[in-house]
């Protein structure tokens, strides 16, 4: 397994919003995870449904841009290389170039990928691939500007929403930005799909509790001028941390709001969570 992401572990990034700078070299992840992630990628892009991949008109054009920096990007990184009409990935497996952009973007990629464009107010959701969600609904948010997709997050329109507008504002090209969120979860399922209507805590099939990162990554595409925001989740199994990792995720959970902990399924979760870190 990966080593883990330990965002808890400074006062800086373990709060959000946490941004800071992103070598842009090194946007993508080649983790340890990468082949069986990829794996279950390759499984739901065989019959992708709008909850895996899916654009409105308006995303096409930001798709086929990513598209082209995607296949740039890991032609310069070495670590894929070009095959006659495939992409070779890192784990050996051929992707095909003539399948649709969204189905080679979340193929080639261990990261999903969400395309936002400026909008009035705010910039809007208009594509994206979804294989790991942390309990929401690609489909569902599609088309709606980023306050409104943050619907659910306690405290979002107060405290994050006017930073993270400007944020998208001022992004330039040549300086991306990225930050890690945190969560610990009962299990290790990768895909956890949940629309807001039916939000509850998240699914406990007994494999025992995991620290769940995503680290996000946010990059201007220079002629559509759209945002591209990459998510790359890590699972590891609280006992594979070390003490000192153990405790600092352990403080940093117990110093949840109340809004916080709802949101992420209610005070007995959050206690057991708690427990499984003592
Ligand atoms: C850098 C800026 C951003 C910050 C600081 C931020 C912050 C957050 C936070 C704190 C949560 C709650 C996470 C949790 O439950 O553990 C969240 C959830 C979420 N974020 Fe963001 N976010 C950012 C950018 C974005 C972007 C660009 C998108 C693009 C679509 C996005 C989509 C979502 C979604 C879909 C959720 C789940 C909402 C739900 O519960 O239904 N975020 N975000």
């Not at 070009?82 to 890192?90: C, D």
């Not at 994206?128 to 309990?135: E, H, M, S, V």
């Not at 997050?153 to 890690?180: D, K, Q, S």
Request: a negative charge.
């Amino acid at each position: 397994m990966s080593a883990p992401y330990t965002p808890f572990m400074d006062p800086r990034t373990a709060r959000p919003p946490g941004v800071g700078p992103l070598d842009r070299a090194a946007w993508l992840c080649v983790d340890d995870d990468f082949a069986a992630q990829m794996a279950e990628r390759d499984a739901l892009f065989e019959a992708p449904d709008d909850d895996v991949a899916c654009a409105l008109p308006e995303g096409e054009a930001p798709t086929a841009e990513l598209l082209a920096l995607l296949l740039d990007w890991t032609a310069r990184d070495g670590r894929w290389r070009r095959e006659g009409g495939a992409v070779i990935r890192p784990d050996s497996v051929a992707v095909p170039l003539d399948a649709s952009p969204l189905t080679v973007i979340g193929r080639l990629m261990q990261e999903d990928a969400l395309l936002l464009i400026p909008g009035e107010p705010e910039y809007l959701l208009v594509a994206g691939t979804l294989c790991f969600p942390q309990r929401w609904a690609l489909s569902e948010k599609l088309g709606r500007p980023l306050t409104d997709v943050h619907r659910p997050v306690p405290g979002y329109p107060e405290t994050l929403a006017a930073r993270i507008n400007r944020m998208f504002a001022a992004l330039r090209v040549e300086a991306p930005l990225m930050r890690i969120n945190w969560l610990v979860h009962p299990t290790d399922t990768l895909r956890i799909v949940q629309r807001e209507a039916q939000k509850g805590p998240p699914p406990d099939p007994g494999r025992g509790w995991h620290l769940r990162t995503e680290r996000q990554c946010l990059l201007r595409l220079p002629q559509t001028r759209a945002v591209v925001f990459t998510i790359k989740t890590t699972v590891t199994h609280v006992d594979r941390l070390s003490a000192e990792h153990r405790a600092g995720l352990r403080d940093a959970l117990a110093g949840w709001g109340p809004g916080e902990i709802a949101h992420r399924g209610g005070v007995p979760i959050w206690r057991a969570a708690l427990d499984a870190l003592a």
